[in-house]
C-alpha cells in the first residue's frame, strides 16, 4: 500500500512540475559577458568599489609570446587583499588554455602596483585580467 501511494505521489508530482523535453536557449548570453570582451575585469562588488587599473600595457616578446602588464590601483584609504588572474585569448577572444593561477595581492592604502603576465605560448593575441575578493 505504500508503495502504491509513494509511486502515485511522484506521477503526480512530475504532472505538476511537467517534463520538458529537448533543450533550452541560453538566457542573458549576451549580458553579463564582461569577461569575454574586455581586458580588466572587477569578478565582484568589492573590488568594484576598491580596485581599478589606470593602464595594460601589451608586448609581443621576440619568441611570440604575449606581457602584460597592468596598472593595479587602490582606491581605498585602507590596505586591501585581492586576487589577480589572467587568461590568454586568441585573436577571436576565445580562451587558449593558457590561464595564470590567481595571486594575491596586497595593496596599501591608495597605492598602485604593476603586475606581469607572461603567456607560457605564442598563441595568445588578447587577454582578461580578473580581480576577485580575496578569501
Known amino acids: 500500500m505504500k508503495t502504491i501511494l509513494s509511486l502515485s505521489l511522484l506521477v503526480a508530482s512530475l504532472a505538476f512540475t511537467g517534463c520538458h523535453g529537448g533543450a533550452y ?18 569578478m565582484d562588488s568589492m573590488v568594484q568599489t576598491s580596485v581599478t587599473s589606470s ?43 593558457d590561464e595564470t593561477p590567481w595571486t594575491n595581492l596586497i595593496l596599501t592604502e591608495s597605492a598602485q602596483e604593476a603586475v606581469e603576465f607572461v603567456s607560457q605560448n605564442n598563441k595568445a593575441k588578447n587577454f582578461t585580467i580578473r580581480v576577485r575578493q580575496a578569501h
Open 55 to 97: 593602464g595594460i600595457q601589451r608586448q609581443t616578446l621576440d619568441d611570440g609570446r604575449l606581457r602584460v602588464v597592468a596598472n593595479v590601483r587602490n582606491r581605498e584609504a585602507r590596505r586591501i587583499q585581492v586576487q589577480i588572474s589572467c587568461v590568454f585569448k586568441d585573436e577571436n577572444m576565445v580562451a587558449t588554455g
Open 25 to 42: 536557449a541560453a538566457r542573458n548570453a549576451q549580458l553579463y559577458d564582461l569577461e569575454n570582451k574586455a581586458p580588466f575585469v572587477l
